[in-house]
């Protein structure tokens, strides 16, 4: 997934009708970045792309307090939306790979000193097996997961999305995280 290409054509929608040069304007900037933005040359840093999604309307402290769950403390004491309320390091997250032995990877949050750490899902595997080291991760203090083909792949995508929502958002155990499935 090209994220730094996600985010240009976020803007670029979020631009709609505006010429590159009055969304350049209206988002306070004295050159077309919207240009730099959509042709490539430049890709949209996080901090950028949240004030263009502010002044287009959008409820960023809402939109981010859906993705966390619970707002991280920087959340509450800034406005993500002003172009000093918010840098691209308060946005950073590792992505990891799984452990082959799901109990040690606090060592795994440990080391990532408070950036929140989204475990990726590593190979296809039974439900009851996701779901079970999903349960493990969090209990190992992860932030959050990133699957693909565990989802993407399934019989009942909608179903084990909402499985793995109910443990991340809800503390759903994994018998009825399974139920859900």
Known sequence: VEFERIASEMLRALR??????????????RS?????WE???R?????ETL????RAGIDVRAALATFYGDPPA???ETAPESPEGLDD????????DPTDDVSVYHQVVETAGGVPV????GGKVSDRVILERTAGLLEQGVHGIVYGRNVIQHDNPAGITRALMAMLHDGASIDEAEAMV
């Open 89 to 96: 390091d308060a946005l950073r997250v590792i992505k990891a």
């Open 32 to 36: 077309n970045v919207a240009y730099t």
């Open 51 to 54: 004030r263009a999604a502010s």
């Open 118 to 121: 989204l475990v990726r899902g």
């Open 39 to 41: 042709s490539g040359r």
């Open 16 to 29: 709609a009708h505006r010429s590159q040069v009055q969304w350049s304007r209206w988002l306070g900037y």
């Open 74 to 76: 920087w959340l509450a």
């Open 43 to 47: 890709w949209p840093t996080a901090a």
